[in-house]
T-cell receptor, first 112, second 113 residues
């Protein structure tokens, strides 16, 4: 089945720094989604992307749908302590009943 | 006004027992899912229902049986629980056909002892 690659598994940054995460796929995707999960909670949708090349922002977060349709990145600017959590990319390939596949997630730590 | 709610939040039970997890969404979505998150935080889809009809059934032991009485509810029943079933189970829903923007519940942490 489809696989999404997210790496590294963990990232450690200083408060105020920008951080970029990317996600790659072996297949072409029609949809890219980015989620954040905090301890004890379910994943929360941050940004949804539907067109190749699309660049979308949500506050300090910006995500892009790669033009090859096989990758996406998420950028967090001016990080703050509450940005800590697990960031998942998810994608849906072509096909009517294709399923949403998740990457393994990146655990982000922000040092004050 | 919780969008996707699942109960219980925590479930501790002995091996061999049968248990159910309930899920309800008030978003008016047509599609609902069950995901399993293991100890390494990997999210894997188990089932998907669209308008009460099963459309995705991953390789899941048949001890797991989803039931959708209506499109706002998707329950998960697990028979003969095993230690390896311990995980966090998430219910989710989406408006679009399977794979659209999915909105998740808070999860049910199942511990089998």
């Amino acid at each position: 089945g489809q696989q999404l690659n997210q790496s590294p598994q963990s990232m450690f940054i200083q408060e105020g720094e920008d951080v970029s995460m990317n996600c790659t796929s072996s297949s072409i995707f029609n949809t890219w989604l980015w989620y954040k999960q905090e301890p004890g909670e379910g994943p929360v949708l941050l940004i949804a992307l539907y067109k190749a090349g699309e660049l979308t922002s949500n506050g300090r977060l910006t995500a892009q749908f790669g033009i090859t349709r096989k990758d996406s990145f998420l950028n967090i600017s001016a990080s703050i302590p509450s940005d800590v959590g697990i960031y998942f990319c998810a994608g849906r390939p072509t096909g009517a009943n294709s399923k949403l596949t998740f990457g393994k997630g990146i655990t982000l730590s922000v040092r004050p | 006004d919780t969008a996707v709610s699942q109960t219980p939040k925590y479930l501790v039970t002995q091996m061999g027992n049968d248990k159910s997890i309930k899920c309800e969404q008030n978003l008016g979505h047509d599609t609902m899912y069950w995901y399993k998150q293991d100890s390494k935080k990997f999210l894997k889809i188990m089932f998907s229902y669209n308008n009460k009809e099963l459309i995705i059934n991953e390789t899941v032991p048949n001890r797991f049986s989803p039931k959708s009485p209506d499109k706002a509810h998707l329950n998960l029943h697990i028979n003969s629980l095993e230690l390896g079933d311990s995980a966090v189970y998430f219910c989710a829903s989406s408006q679009a056909p399977p794979g659209g923007e999915a909105f998740f519940g808070q999860g049910t942490r199942l511990t089998v002892v």
